[in-house]
T-cell receptor, first 117, second 113 residues
Protein backbone atom coordinates (compact mmCIF):
# COMPACT_ATOMS: atom_id res chain seq x y z
CA UNK A 1 0.00 0.00 0.00
CA UNK A 2 0.90 3.65 -0.24
CA UNK A 3 3.25 4.85 2.46
CA UNK A 4 3.51 8.34 3.87
CA UNK A 5 6.35 9.35 6.14
CA UNK A 6 6.81 12.34 8.40
CA UNK A 7 9.99 13.76 9.76
CA UNK A 8 10.74 14.33 12.52
CA UNK A 9 8.48 12.08 14.55
CA UNK A 10 8.91 14.36 17.52
CA UNK A 11 10.61 17.67 18.19
CA UNK A 12 11.17 19.84 21.22
CA UNK A 13 12.09 23.46 20.65
CA UNK A 14 12.40 26.73 22.49
CA UNK A 15 9.77 29.40 22.22
CA UNK A 16 10.46 31.76 19.33
CA UNK A 17 12.21 29.27 17.08
CA UNK A 18 10.86 27.88 13.83
CA UNK A 19 10.28 24.22 13.20
CA UNK A 20 9.94 22.46 9.86
CA UNK A 21 7.99 19.23 9.48
CA UNK A 22 8.30 17.15 6.32
CA UNK A 23 5.65 14.93 4.80
CA UNK A 24 6.70 12.53 2.06
CA UNK A 25 4.81 10.10 -0.10
CA UNK A 26 7.30 7.29 -0.51
CA UNK A 27 5.91 5.18 -3.32
CA UNK A 28 3.40 7.36 -5.09
CA UNK A 29 2.95 10.88 -6.32
CA UNK A 30 0.64 13.09 -4.35
CA UNK A 31 -0.78 16.13 -6.04
CA UNK A 32 -2.59 17.04 -2.86
CA UNK A 33 -1.52 16.79 0.74
CA UNK A 34 -3.48 17.73 3.83
CA UNK A 35 -2.12 19.02 7.11
CA UNK A 36 -4.02 18.33 10.32
CA UNK A 37 -3.54 19.31 13.89
CA UNK A 38 -4.75 17.11 16.70
CA UNK A 39 -5.21 18.19 20.28
CA UNK A 40 -5.31 15.62 23.09
CA UNK A 41 -8.57 13.71 23.19
CA UNK A 42 -9.85 15.60 20.17
CA UNK A 43 -10.40 15.06 16.53
CA UNK A 44 -8.24 16.09 13.66
CA UNK A 45 -8.52 19.72 12.71
CA UNK A 46 -7.77 20.36 9.05
CA UNK A 47 -5.31 23.22 8.85
CA UNK A 48 -4.67 23.47 5.15
CA UNK A 49 -4.79 21.74 1.82
CA UNK A 50 -1.53 21.75 -0.06
CA UNK A 51 -1.37 21.39 -3.83
CA UNK A 52 1.86 20.80 -5.69
CA UNK A 53 3.11 23.90 -7.41
CA UNK A 54 0.53 26.28 -5.99
CA UNK A 55 -0.27 28.09 -2.79
CA UNK A 56 -1.86 26.19 0.04
CA UNK A 57 -5.48 26.74 0.95
CA UNK A 58 -5.87 27.45 4.62
CA UNK A 59 -8.91 26.75 6.75
CA UNK A 60 -10.64 29.57 8.49
CA UNK A 61 -8.85 30.61 11.63
CA UNK A 62 -5.47 29.18 10.64
CA UNK A 63 -2.76 31.82 10.34
CA UNK A 64 -0.98 31.36 7.04
CA UNK A 65 1.98 33.44 8.16
CA UNK A 66 2.33 31.29 11.23
CA UNK A 67 2.04 27.93 9.51
CA UNK A 68 3.93 28.07 6.24
CA UNK A 69 3.24 25.27 3.81
CA UNK A 70 5.36 24.46 0.80
CA UNK A 71 4.47 21.68 -1.64
CA UNK A 72 7.43 21.89 -3.96
CA UNK A 73 7.28 18.43 -5.45
CA UNK A 74 4.82 15.61 -5.98
CA UNK A 75 6.32 13.68 -3.09
CA UNK A 76 7.12 16.34 -0.51
CA UNK A 77 5.19 18.91 1.44
CA UNK A 78 6.58 20.85 4.38
CA UNK A 79 4.90 22.65 7.25
CA UNK A 80 6.95 25.29 9.01
CA UNK A 81 5.73 26.56 12.34
CA UNK A 82 7.26 30.00 12.58
CA UNK A 83 8.14 31.65 15.89
CA UNK A 84 6.67 28.74 17.76
CA UNK A 85 5.04 29.27 21.13
CA UNK A 86 3.83 26.80 23.76
CA UNK A 87 0.28 26.99 22.44
CA UNK A 88 1.56 25.57 19.15
CA UNK A 89 2.46 22.36 20.93
CA UNK A 90 0.40 19.65 19.32
CA UNK A 91 0.39 16.53 17.21
CA UNK A 92 0.62 17.36 13.53
CA UNK A 93 -0.46 14.78 10.97
CA UNK A 94 -0.25 14.94 7.22
CA UNK A 95 -2.04 12.89 4.62
CA UNK A 96 -1.32 12.47 0.95
CA UNK A 97 -3.92 11.98 -1.71
CA UNK A 98 -3.50 9.50 -4.51
CA UNK A 99 -4.60 10.90 -7.84
CA UNK A 100 -7.40 9.39 -9.85
CA UNK A 101 -10.71 8.03 -8.68
CA UNK A 102 -9.59 5.48 -6.12
CA UNK A 103 -11.97 5.30 -3.22
CA UNK A 104 -9.09 5.01 -0.79
CA UNK A 105 -7.51 8.25 -1.68
CA UNK A 106 -5.84 9.52 1.46
CA UNK A 107 -2.95 7.91 3.24
CA UNK A 108 -1.81 9.28 6.57
CA UNK A 109 1.62 9.87 7.96
CA UNK A 110 2.54 8.71 11.47
CA UNK A 111 2.40 12.23 12.89
CA UNK A 112 4.87 14.64 14.46
CA UNK A 113 4.69 15.58 18.11
CA UNK A 114 5.76 19.20 18.59
CA UNK A 115 6.54 20.46 22.08
CA UNK A 116 7.42 24.11 22.49
CA UNK A 117 9.05 25.05 25.78
CA UNK B 1 -22.65 21.73 14.84
CA UNK B 2 -20.25 19.01 13.89
CA UNK B 3 -20.60 17.35 10.53
CA UNK B 4 -19.82 13.96 11.99
CA UNK B 5 -20.68 12.91 15.53
CA UNK B 6 -19.50 9.99 17.60
CA UNK B 7 -19.74 8.97 21.19
CA UNK B 8 -16.42 9.60 22.89
CA UNK B 9 -15.87 6.45 24.93
CA UNK B 10 -16.62 2.75 24.78
CA UNK B 11 -15.40 0.01 27.11
CA UNK B 12 -15.82 -3.69 26.44
CA UNK B 13 -14.48 -6.93 27.81
CA UNK B 14 -12.09 -8.98 25.73
CA UNK B 15 -13.95 -11.44 23.54
CA UNK B 16 -17.14 -9.39 23.43
CA UNK B 17 -18.32 -7.46 20.39
CA UNK B 18 -17.81 -3.71 20.16
CA UNK B 19 -20.17 -1.42 18.31
CA UNK B 20 -19.06 2.12 17.55
CA UNK B 21 -21.68 4.47 16.22
CA UNK B 22 -21.46 7.56 14.07
CA UNK B 23 -23.93 10.02 12.60
CA UNK B 24 -23.25 12.34 9.72
CA UNK B 25 -25.19 15.23 8.29
CA UNK B 26 -24.58 15.23 4.54
CA UNK B 27 -26.89 12.78 2.81
CA UNK B 28 -24.95 13.24 -0.41
CA UNK B 29 -21.75 11.84 1.05
CA UNK B 30 -20.26 9.30 -1.30
CA UNK B 31 -17.92 7.30 0.88
CA UNK B 32 -17.76 6.75 4.60
CA UNK B 33 -14.64 5.55 6.33
CA UNK B 34 -13.47 4.10 9.59
CA UNK B 35 -9.93 4.86 10.75
CA UNK B 36 -8.02 3.54 13.75
CA UNK B 37 -5.45 5.56 15.66
CA UNK B 38 -3.18 3.94 18.19
CA UNK B 39 -1.43 6.12 20.80
CA UNK B 40 1.14 8.44 19.29
CA UNK B 41 0.52 7.22 15.76
CA UNK B 42 -1.17 8.35 12.60
CA UNK B 43 -4.44 7.07 11.20
CA UNK B 44 -4.81 3.63 9.73
CA UNK B 45 -7.68 2.98 7.35
CA UNK B 46 -9.73 0.05 8.63
CA UNK B 47 -12.55 -0.09 6.17
CA UNK B 48 -14.88 2.02 4.08
CA UNK B 49 -18.35 1.75 2.59
CA UNK B 50 -19.86 3.30 -0.48
CA UNK B 51 -23.07 5.18 0.10
CA UNK B 52 -25.18 2.82 -2.01
CA UNK B 53 -24.29 -0.13 0.22
CA UNK B 54 -26.05 -1.19 3.41
CA UNK B 55 -23.44 -3.47 4.87
CA UNK B 56 -19.87 -4.50 4.39
CA UNK B 57 -18.01 -7.24 6.20
CA UNK B 58 -14.27 -7.67 6.37
CA UNK B 59 -13.07 -10.41 8.72
CA UNK B 60 -13.91 -9.23 12.25
CA UNK B 61 -15.25 -5.89 11.05
CA UNK B 62 -18.82 -5.24 9.98
CA UNK B 63 -19.96 -1.84 8.78
CA UNK B 64 -23.64 -1.00 8.71
CA UNK B 65 -24.97 2.05 6.91
CA UNK B 66 -28.45 3.46 7.40
CA UNK B 67 -28.58 6.14 4.81
CA UNK B 68 -32.08 7.27 5.75
CA UNK B 69 -30.98 8.07 9.28
CA UNK B 70 -27.44 9.01 8.23
CA UNK B 71 -26.11 6.51 10.73
CA UNK B 72 -22.96 4.45 10.39
CA UNK B 73 -21.70 1.77 12.74
CA UNK B 74 -18.61 -0.34 13.08
CA UNK B 75 -18.89 -3.69 14.79
CA UNK B 76 -15.74 -5.46 15.90
CA UNK B 77 -16.31 -9.12 16.67
CA UNK B 78 -14.26 -10.91 19.33
CA UNK B 79 -12.66 -7.69 20.48
CA UNK B 80 -9.05 -8.03 21.60
CA UNK B 81 -6.88 -5.85 23.81
CA UNK B 82 -4.96 -4.88 20.70
CA UNK B 83 -8.12 -3.25 19.39
CA UNK B 84 -7.86 -0.59 22.09
CA UNK B 85 -7.46 2.65 20.19
CA UNK B 86 -9.35 5.69 18.97
CA UNK B 87 -11.70 5.03 16.09
CA UNK B 88 -12.63 7.84 13.73
CA UNK B 89 -15.58 7.95 11.42
CA UNK B 90 -15.10 10.13 8.34
CA UNK B 91 -17.21 11.14 5.39
CA UNK B 92 -16.27 12.23 1.93
CA UNK B 93 -18.87 14.55 0.54
CA UNK B 94 -20.13 14.46 -3.01
CA UNK B 95 -18.37 17.05 -5.10
CA UNK B 96 -15.26 17.04 -2.95
CA UNK B 97 -12.82 17.38 -5.79
CA UNK B 98 -9.76 17.28 -3.59
CA UNK B 99 -10.97 14.31 -1.59
CA UNK B 100 -11.28 16.18 1.66
CA UNK B 101 -12.56 14.09 4.55
CA UNK B 102 -14.66 15.27 7.47
CA UNK B 103 -13.87 13.52 10.71
CA UNK B 104 -15.76 12.87 13.89
CA UNK B 105 -14.10 13.45 17.24
CA UNK B 106 -13.20 9.83 17.62
CA UNK B 107 -14.35 7.08 19.97
CA UNK B 108 -11.85 5.83 22.53
CA UNK B 109 -12.28 2.07 22.70
CA UNK B 110 -10.89 0.41 25.81
CA UNK B 111 -10.79 -3.38 25.92
CA UNK B 112 -10.49 -4.97 29.34
CA UNK B 113 -8.85 -8.40 29.70
Amino acid sequence: GAVVSQHPSWVICKSGTSVKIECRSLDFQATTMFWYRQFPKQSLMLMATSNEGSKATYEQGVEKDKFLINHASLTLSTLTVTSAHPEDSSFYICSARVGGTSVVEQFFGPGTRLTVL
Amino acid sequence: GEDVEQSLFLSVREGDSSVINCTYTDSSSTYLYWYKQEPGAGLQLLTYIFSNMDMKQDQRLTVLLNKKDKHLSLRIADTQTGDSAIYFCAERKRGSTLGRLYFGRGTQLTVWP
